[in-house]
């Protein structure tokens, strides 16, 4: 008997399931009978990719975690090219790194339909800022689809790569968290035959961005504008309902606060609502008739006013002078996401309906509650080259840190981290830090980030003499977006065939002299090499190498050790243990340190940092 | 269709997405419309999980501040601090069984008194089903089902319109065959846990 089929691979037309919102995408995608997806993960965007991970083999299509976003647009995009459909997933922030490339493959064009997932964080549940990308739809000229429900994320990415292939350009679905992580039932379509091969034709006046060329690939853009408007006016997912006098335009999540709120309030009769699904360009003489039936507006858009700036321009432009209301009032906020009870609220107050919310409880007894950040796992190796490199530089050299787990250690009592911008500005800012000051700087980057961006700011370090120490927190695995892979790992265990690359080799290959690989769990040695580190004067790199246990036990590949104890008659509660390590398997139970067997993974860490030895390993009876 | 919309808190590693996820797998198969909204990334290493499915015909796939039919609080502390999602009508689960954050641990900050806790909540709401879910769980063979005794308590509650044996066969169809028999076991002891759930001061937890 075969393996079961991928249960996102089924032909049932018609077919029912619970699907996470980027389960849907990864269906549409495959509906649409995809060749080529790339990607760099990033929450809320990593299920996409992971769930391609599980079935691409199977399903018949090339996939490719990336280096980074850029790279996986220009891979996705020389693939759309070659006539093959091709999807590229990323976070917001991601499209900063691929924009370089997303500007002028807009000028370039496609042949076969091509889908970029931009996932936005309003709030910023896992990222550095909350920027709204609905701007770089306006910036490159491209289409722009956003979604409202699980189904409409699988049936808009088929409808995607159709408006794609109609204007030969590339397609930008937006998500934004809630609809990533939601998860809704989605009907399945058909599906359409996957085609993994292309032929790449030789046309350098449309694919040579030279000055000459570009000069008439800016006006074909600019006349695919015109095509998109017109698709846009069609499309069956910016549509009117209702034809009531009070009007509110919305879209994404939003629409669905919306719709709940005015079944809440009753006020369906009064109100024409506007959706817009396919949301740049945005559709002229739709909103045209549509502001032309209604008394007044209300904008229902997270972050910032993109649709309510552009309608007041359309009403301008038409000599319309009905209110148009969202941010500009402060109605709603321009910060975090939105939630059905602020939307309900601020739609009963501007169109002066009795709100119908109910009262949360008023709690007045309730003590102050400890908090619950979120922490570096239990024998986390990076907590251990952590107290290395702070056992050696102290707490007053400059720590600038990265994207990863690992930026957790900004928490105290460890506050290993200083200066956190993002992908691979630990290097870069360490530079700059280095240049202008006369601190010591310290800089710490994961193995999946250090392939991502970390490599130029080192190059530039190294060529431009800067003097700081870069600790490449090599863990094995790209662990807070899940367990990808990159560039670093070994995929042989995954079944899949790709090239190993050392990080050691890549440092020594770029020029630096002073390289050191240790492993932070054995502190002894993790210290010595801080201690060389900060004895060479330059640029020096230590390679802080130990799988993350997560993703060790994950691949079977985690030891099998024994939990460690405190043993009470030696402890002499100097609690250097909590205070320089503060793992989370260890607590204090009246003033005696324990340990939580439980969570213990036996790293050994802390025994090596008590001074009196009063940490030992567990005996366990067979 | 009447909306009811749940909320779950605990603390990562304690299964709650899964048993939102079994919940919602059940509203489909009972041809109940359903929406769930998870959280997933930086908050799971240790921190808060919350989750919440909506059923009925609302779309939104959150709940705001004072909006919860029910709370299923996993662990006391996190539910302490979810009750402004609810309101004096919402019906809490409650897990009695602590488990004091890493701040509280090193002496950052004191865990409350759980039976205190407990009161409070009994005060603010007007149904509060306290039951010590670890210890049912660890009874039915497997501390990891915890998930399973809430789900079990949420059915015994009677606050939702679902059939506690479609969502017994969803769970029979998603589970290992190993841990099958403790999950089932935990779950019937869920329902029974909230048919007869702890009362005032009787948490047996030393704060």
Known sequence: MGKAMHRLLTDSLGKEMLLLGNEAIARGAIEAGIGVATCYPGTPSSEIPDTFFTLYQEAGFYFEYSTNEKVALEVAGGAAISGVRSMCTMKHV?????????????????????????ADDPFLFSSQNEQDNRYYARLSALPMMEPTTAQEMKDMTVAAFDVSERLKLPVILR???????LRGTVTFGQRRPITSKGSFKKDPFHY?????????????????????????????????????????????VSMNYVQDAVNDLGISDKVTLLRLGFSHPMPENLIVKFLKGVDGVLVVEELEPVMENEIRSIAQSKGIGIPIKGKGDNLFPRLFEFDPGLVRKTIASYFEVPDTSPQPVEVTDVPELPGRPPNLCAGCPHRAMYYAIKKVY??????PSDIGCYTLGVLPPLSMADIVICMGASVGSSCGIAAATDQKVVAFIGDSTFFHAGIPGLINAVHNKHKFTLVILDNGTTAMTGQQPHPGVDTEPMGVDTKQLSIESVVRGIGVEHVEVVNPLQVKKAVAAAQASKDFEGISVIVSKELCPLYARAIKKARKVRPFYVNQDRCTHRLDCINYLACPAMYLDDGKTMINE????????????????????????? | METKRIVFVGVGGQGNLLATRLLGEACLAAGIPAVVSEI??????????????????????????????????????????????CNQDTVIIVNVHPLPPFTVSIGQGVYPDVDKALETIRNAVSSLIALDGDELAAKAGNPLSLNMVMLGALIGSKSIPLDGDVLKDTISKTTKQAFLDSNLKAFDFGIAAAHSPLGPAKSGIKS
């Open chain 1, 94 to 118: 991601g499209m900063n790194v691929a924009s370089d490339a997303l500007m002028t493959l807009a000028y370039l064009g496609v042949n076969a339909g091509m889908v970029i997932i931009n």
């Open chain 1, 175 to 181: 998500t934004t968290t809630r609809l990533n992580h």
């Open chain 1, 208 to 252: 040579v961005a030279i000055p000459a060329v570009s000069r008439n690939l800016h006006k074909i853009l600019a006349q695919k504008y015109d095509q998109s408007l017109e698709l846009s006016e069609r499309s069956e997912y910016n549509r009117m309902t209702g034809t009531g006098k009070w009007g509110i335009v919305t879209n994404g």
């Open chain 1, 394 to 399: 102290g707490p007053d050299a400059i720590y």
């Open chain 1, 598 to 622: 439980n969570l213990c993974i036996g790293c050994a860490v802390c025994a090596q940092v008590c001074p009196e030895n009063a940490i030992l390993p567990l005996k366990i009876e067979d």
């Open chain 2, 40 to 85: 997933h990334g930086m908050a799971q290493r240790g921190g808060i999980v919350e989750s919440a499915l909506v059923m009925g015909d609302a779309t939104s796939p959150i709940v705001s501040e004072g909006e919860a039919d029910i709370l299923v609080g996993f662990e006391p502390l996190e539910t302490l601090r979810a009750l402004n999602k």
